[in-house]
Nanobody
Framework: QVQFVESGGGLVQPGGSLVLSCVASGFTFSSAAMSWYRQAPGKQRESVAFIPSSGTTTYLDSVKGRFTISRDNAKNTVYLQMNSLRSEDTAVYYC????????WGQGTQVTVSS
């Protein structure tokens, strides 16, 4: 069974940093592209960052230069390093394997506020 467990969210001041983690199970992680998504209150869920099994990462324009997605295949884990956080980054963050269908974890709340 495909599962994702996100962690690392919290309350941070504008300009601060967080590292999100997502542990995946139930599929061959090393062969799967992974994405981080976020959903802010009253808004649609959007893709924030994408990392293929190998190759180039891609990012939502508004997070380029601030967020970095990475993966550790030995740990079945994908990370999202978030720097220079802004209030508009406040959202619930989810990871997903886009090719595996509609499987989602519980998400982790990120709140950027002074």
């Amino acid at each position: 069974q495909v599962q994702f467990v996100e962690s690392g969210g919290g309350l941070v001041q504008p300009g601060g940093s967080l590292v999100l983690s997502c542990v995946a199970s139930g599929f061959t992680f090393s062969s799967a592209a992974m994405s981080w998504y976020r959903q802010a209150p009253g808004k649609q869920r959007e893709s924030v960052a994408f990392i293929p099994s190998s190759g180039t990462t891609t990012y939502l324009d508004s997070v380029k230069g601030r967020f970095t997605i990475s993966r550790d295949n030995a740990k079945n884990t994908v990370y999202l390093q978030m720097n220079s956080l802004r209030s508009e980054d406040t959202a619930v963050y989810y990871c997903k394997a886009p090719a595996l269908g509609n499987y989602w974890g519980q998400g982790t709340q990120v709140t950027v506020s002074s």
